[in-house]
């Protein structure tokens, strides 16, 4: 018995429309679907490399606020990706909130970008450096 991949990645909205709009402008996702389960809608996601999100847009019964880093369940997600510099000017030309500007990290040999989703959510970008 074994697991073999991440199925998807859920993410929940406060604007369902904005963050659709965000992960296609943002990361090249395409919708693929959506669904409605009563309180909530679902609307799927992927990637050309097939990655799958799926955001939930509980219709307002989300309340926006911070909280300490601390008491998030959710960190971040990490894609890794091929080609770090091209990805860092693409997301600053589309206006892109960075919270980590493209950064070396030599003790996990890893370059980095963190930018913010629209639902205040950690987005990280990571390469292997040479």
């Given at each position: ?6 199925d998807?990645l ?23 679907g ?97």
């Amino acid at each position: 018995m074994k697991m073999t991949k991440v199925d998807h990645l859920g993410i929940n909205t406060l604007d369902i429309e904005e963050s659709v709009k965000y992960y296609t402008d943002m990361f090249d996702f395409r919708e693929t679907g959506r669904a409605d389960m009563g309180p909530l809608t679902l609307v799927y996601m992927e990637n050309p490399e097939g990655i799958v999100l799926e955001l939930y847009d509980l219709r307002g019964n989300v309340i926006p606020g911070e909280r300490p880093e601390a008491l998030q369940g959710f960190r971040h997600v990490a894609f890794f990706v091929d080609d770090i510099k091209a990805w860092n000017e693409r997301l600053k030309s589309k206006g892109a909130e960075f919270t980590m500007e493209l950064t070396r990290m030599p003790q996990i040999k890893r370059d980095g970008i963190l930018v913010k989703d629209p639902n205040g959510y950690i987005i990280e970008l990571t390469a292997e450096y040479k």
